[in-house]
C-alpha cells in the first residue's frame, strides 16, 4: 500500500511539473502578449547574441522535445508504471527538469540575464542527473526508451549546447573584452570542450539522443556563423566538425554497449 501511495505521488509529481512547464513556457515565450524570446534581454538570447548562438530553425526542436516530455508524462502515469523501480529512481528528476525548464523562460522574461545562466546550468546538471539513472535502471520496453530514454537524452543534448550559447551570450553583454581580441580562437576553444564533453557522455553513458540533439544544435550554429551576424567561417568549420564526431561516437557507443550486452547475456552462469 505505501508503494502504491509513493507511486501515485511521483506520477502527480511528474504530472504538476508537466503542467507547470506548459504554463511557465506559453508565459515566457510571449503567448499572453509581450517579446518573443529572441527579443529579451536586449537581444542577448537571438541568434546575434554571441559566436555561439544557433540559428532562429535550431530552436524548433523544443516542438520535439515538449511534445516527448508530454508523451513521457501521460504513460508514467499509467498503472503499469506506479511501482516501476526505474520511474520511481528517476520521476522526480524529471519532474524538476520540467520544472526549470519552464522556469528558464520565465526568468529571460522577467528576471535578469545572468540568473538565466544559474537556471540553466541547474537544468543541465539535472539532467545529466537523468542521464546517469538511466543508465542504472536499463529500460525493459520500447515505449520505456523512446519516452523515457529519447525524450530525456534529447533534451539533454540540446541544454548542452543551450547552455553554451547562453553562458556565451551573457559574457558577451557583461564582459564584452573577453574574447574581443580573438573571437573566433574563444568559439573555437569553447566547442572543443563541448566535444570532449559530448563524446565522454555518449560514450560513458552509450546514448545516441544527446549527441544527435546537441549536433543538430551545432549544425544550426555553423549556420548562424556562415549567414548570419557575427560571421565566423572558423567558428562554422568547427562547429560542423564537431558535430559529425558527436555522431559518430553517439553511434559507436551505441553499438558497443549492444555488443557488451550481448555478450553478458551469453555468458554462461558462474562466470
Known sequence: METSTKGIGR?????????????AAAIGAGAFGGDSVDELQNGALSAQGSYLAPAGPAFSIWSLIYLGLLAYTVWQALPAQRQDE????????????????????VTARYLTLWLT?????????????????????????????????????????????????????????????????????WAVAVLVVVLVIGAASAWF????????????GLSWLAIGRLTGEPESTPTAVTAIIVAVLLVVVGVVAVLRRRRLAGTRDRAPLGR
Open 86 to 105: 526505474r520511474q520511481q529512481a528517476v520521476g522526480g528528476w524529471i519532474a524538476l527538469s520540467m520544472v526549470l525548464n519552464g522556469l528558464w523562460l
Open 117 to 185: 545562466v544559474l537556471v540553466i546550468a541547474l537544468l543541465l546538471a539535472t539532467l545529466a542527473r537523468i542521464i546517469v539513472l538511466l543508465g542504472r535502471y536499463p529500460a525493459r520496453s520500447l515505449a520505456d526508451r523512446l519516452l523515457t530514454d529519447g525524450a530525456n537524452g534529447l533534451h539533454f543534448g540540446w541544454v548542452t549546447i543551450a547552455t553554451v550559447a547562453n553562458t556565451a551570450a551573457w559574457l558577451t553583454q557583461t564582459v564584452p573584452e573577453i574574447g574581443a581580441d580573438a573571437p573566433d580562437a
Open 205 to 216: 553513458t552509450g546514448r545516441l539522443a544527446p549527441a544527435l540533439a546537441t549536433a543538430w
Open 11 to 23: 506520477q502527480s509529481l511528474v504530472i504538476a511539473a508537466a503542467v507547470f512547464m506548459l504554463i
